[in-house]
């Protein structure tokens, strides 16, 4: 099975800032990668797929990219709204789905 | 608008079995794969199962296969899970979720409120 890594495990940011999470795949997923924000005792939201397509009605100061096994998500102009958890999810046909381990974005 | 209603958690004993359903409502069923997504306590999301629209494909996490069954209704527009010998691992808030496609596994695109599963 395709392993994801999400680095970092934890960030600390503050209203207005710029930040960047990583989800690495221990082998070529092509574009085949969601993101989703989670907010504790919510089921998840999908933000992106296929690595770099925002979803409707995400604001557009998300955004995503990569290709094969490094992909960012960003966050341009943290808001209060934005601290939360978030995964990576693969869904290369050849291989089970796996998700990553998380990032949490928490209020500095 | 889409539902994904969850119903069968409780508190079980370890080494027994339950089965969990999730009634889906304002989409058209038949079309959608559906996925099981568990969650452990203070943990990350873990896929569980998948199963495409018409049932021809079914994949499993490597933790549940050999113990989990997903399965669907179409006629009724219920998702399964049955669970079997379960134990302490397996405890958690489990989500049942529509895939953005019919056949292979994709992105999830609407997901159930959760149900908690506990083991002791």
């Known amino acids: 099975d395709i392993q994801m890594t999400q680095s970092p495990s934890t960030l600390s940011a503050s209203v207005g800032d710029t930040v960047t999470l990583t989800c690495r795949a221990s082998?070529?997923?092509?574009?085949?990668l969601a993101w989703y924000q989670q907010k504790p005792g919510k089921a998840p939201k999908v933000l992106i797929s296929?690595?770099?397509t925002l979803e409707n009605g995400v604001p557009s100061r998300f955004s995503g990219s990569g290709f094969g096994t490094e992909f960012t998500l960003t966050i341009s102009g943290l808001q209060p709204d934005d601290f939360a958890t978030y995964y990576c999810q693969q869904y290369d046909s050849y291989f089970p789905v796996t998700f990553g381990g998380g990032s949490r974005v928490e209020i500095k | 608008q889409v539902q994904l209603v969850e119903s069968g958690g409780r508190v079980v004993q370890p080494g027994t079995s339950l089965r969990l359903s999730c009634d889906a409502s304002?989409?058209?069923?038949?079309?959608?794969?559906m996925h099981w997504v568990r969650q452990a306590p203070g943990k990350g999301l873990e896929w569980v199962a998948f199963?495409?629209?018409?049932?021809?494909?079914?994949d499993y996490a490597a933790s549940v296969r050999g113990r989990f069954t997903i399965s669907r209704d179409n006629s009724e527009n219920t998702l399964y899970l049955q669970m079997n010998s379960l134990s302490s691992e397996d405890e958690g808030v489990y989500f049942c979720?529509?895939?953005?496609?019919?056949?292979?596994?994709?992105?999830?695109?609407?997901w159930g409120q959760g149900m908690l599963v506990a083991v002791s």
């Open positions: 199963i495409s629209s018409d049932e021809s494909k079914k």
């Open positions: 979720a529509r895939d953005r496609d019919w056949g292979s596994p994709s992105y999830i695109d609407y």
């Open positions: 082998q070529s997923i092509s574009i085949w």
């Open positions: 296929k690595a770099s």
């Open positions: 304002g989409f058209s069923f038949t079309f959608y794969g």
